[in-house]
């Protein structure tokens, strides 16, 4: 069974709309897979009608920004219950802490001679989740830099001078929203610099795993973040973090990597171990 638990559609920085999204999962050979935008479940259920007509199983996801100690991280989210009012209402907070915080990045930017307005950015995310992907992109497409790596790397990165901090959400706050939801959280691609630090903090809040399986990392991190995984009793995700095109930071196809069978079954036991404790 091939799995894949970390991918993006246009409801958040993903290129592909849902239809199209599944579409390059039944491509890629994948049996189960997780729609994980950003701050967002929009596109999960139209994601599962495709899915299911494919006879692709989709596992409810998302990834919500947060931060530990003035880092920002990201906690995947998986099995949740995408109609949750409690998660729906942290979520609506979330978006507009997004859009306040493009006009304060568009602000940076004139200031650097670089005028870009809001509703370009907007019409990129499509009125929805904005992020600096999209407004990347628009840089592009105005020919202020020639990437979005480097759109990144010289001006919307962390310490870049148009970055702006998302309002706090801290990584407990986002664990615990996604417990609410009924779901399992798992820390994103923790190969990413300052994150082992956060780990034992992480886990008192109720961190259920640890996403070893992805793009950046090489053979030697995934094996690193499986002992830790063991050493804590954490569950292990895995995924390609796919957009809909390669760049750096993400695989250029669904299903590269994989995470193995064996360890999507043990998170599939304790969400449903989890949701059994529930009923109760």
């Known amino acids: 069974m091939r799995v894949d638990l970390h991918m993006h559609t246009t409801a958040s920085d993903g290129l592909l709309n849902p239809a199209a999204l ?14 994980t935008d950003h701050d967002t479940v929009d596109a999960v259920a139209e994601s599962e009608t495709h ?30 219950d995408p109609t ?10 979330r978006r507009e ?16 001679g670089m005028a870009v307005t809001a509703e370009e950015v907007m019409a990129l995310a ?29 001006y919307l990165g962390e310490g870049r001078p148009a970055y702006v901090p998302r309002p706090d959400v801290t990584a407990a706050d ?13 820390l994103a691609h923790p190969g990413l610099p300052n994150r082992d630090a956060a780990i034992p ?51 250029s196809r669904p299903g590269m990597p994989c995470l193995p069978e064996a360890d999507f079954c043990r998170l599939e036991a304790a969400a449903e171990a989890r949701r059994a404790a529930t009923r109760q």
């Open 126 to 154: 499509q009125d929805g989740n904005v992020g600096r992907p999209h407004l990347a992109r628009v840089l592009v497409r105005r020919g202020f830099v020639a990437s979005t790596d480097e759109a990144f790397d010289r």
């Open 97 to 112: 802490g997004r859009r306040t915080r493009l006009q304060a990045m568009l602000s940076r930017l004139r200031v650097l």
């Open 201 to 251: 903090d992480l886990v008192t809040a109720g961190l259920d795993a640890i996403e070893a399986y992805h793009v950046n990392h090489s053979p030697g991190l995934t094996a690193h973040y499986r002992r830790l995984a063991e050493r804590r009793g954490l569950l292990v995700t895995g995924g390609s973090d796919f957009h809909g095109a390669a760049d750096r930071d993400h695989s």
């Open 174 to 186: 986002a664990i615990r929203a996604i417990h609410e939801a009924g779901g399992l959280a798992s």
């Open 51 to 80: 899915a299911r007509a494919l006879g692709i199983r989709l596992i409810p996801g998302i990834e919500l920004s947060a931060v530990w100690q003035k880092v920002e991280f990201h906690i995947l989210g998986y099995f949740v």
């Open 84 to 93: 949750d009012a409690r998660l729906l209402a942290f979520l609506r907070g």
């Open 22 to 35: 599944v579409q390059a999962v039944q491509s890629a050979g994948l049996q189960v897979f997780s729609v």
